[in-house]
């Protein structure tokens, strides 16, 4: 059984990919498990296109690379593109409620379940929240009702070097009551 805290450790950001294909079964199962996230009122609102056509690949690259940063994404072998689907009705009666609109987190919680079960297989990946979007969205031919949450590039790290993470000190983050 694979430890979760170890896990959580060892998942970075990559940007440097090996020059490695990267299997299709894999970024399947990257995908049932991000399908199980929980969400507000269950509401699921996402769905995700995982683009492996080595043809199709680079030109997403491209489209990460804006501003002369995330050069690395060149190296990507896959990416995922995460979409938000409009919220059900349940949701949205619940944000009337109290304010609170659940989906991006709901996305972001599916996100990292992508991120976790790819380095749970040996894959690295990185989160990529600077793209182009019109031009990805023409790209991917997608309907003006499935905006673009997030885009994770995937592949197989160049290196086994786990770097440490800076991060906020516990006690920052947390009260125990
Ligand atoms: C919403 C979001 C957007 C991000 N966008 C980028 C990006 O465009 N380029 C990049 O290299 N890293 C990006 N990152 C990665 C963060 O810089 C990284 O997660 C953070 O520094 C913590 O490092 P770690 O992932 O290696 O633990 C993004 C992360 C998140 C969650």
């Known amino acids: 059984m694979t430890d979760f805290h170890e896990l959580a450790l060892k998942r970075q950001s990559c940007r440097d990919f090996a020059d490695r294909p990267v299997e299709h079964e894999k970024l399947v ?3 049932e498990t991000a399908r199980i996230t929980p969400s507000a009122c269950n509401a699921q609102p996402w769905s995700v296109v995982v683009v492996e056509d080595s043809a199709v690949v680079p030109e997403v690259a491209k489209l990460t690379q804006q501003l002369g940063i995330n050069e690395y994404t060149s190296k990507a072998k896959a990416f995922f593109v995460v979409l938000e689907q409009y919220a059900k009705l349940m949701p949205k009666i619940a944000s009337l ?5 659940f989906a991006k987190g709901d996305l972001g919680a599916f996100t990292v379940s992508l991120c976790l079960e790819a380095e749970a297989q040996g894959l690295a990946t990185c989160i990529l929240g600077l793209f182009d979007r019109p031009r990805l969205r023409e790209l991917l031919k997608l309907p003006p009702e499935q905006p673009i949450f997030i885009v994770v590039a995937v592949g197989y790290a160049a290196k086994d070097f786990i770097r440490p993470k ?3 000190p516990l006690e920052e ?3 125990f009551i």
Do not use: S, T
């Not at 409620?97 to 609109?101: A, S, T």
């Open 29 to 31: 199962k990257c995908v």
């Open 97 to 101: 409620i109290d304010g609170q609109y």
């Open 166 to 168: 800076v991060r906020k």
């Open 173 to 175: 983050i947390a009260k």
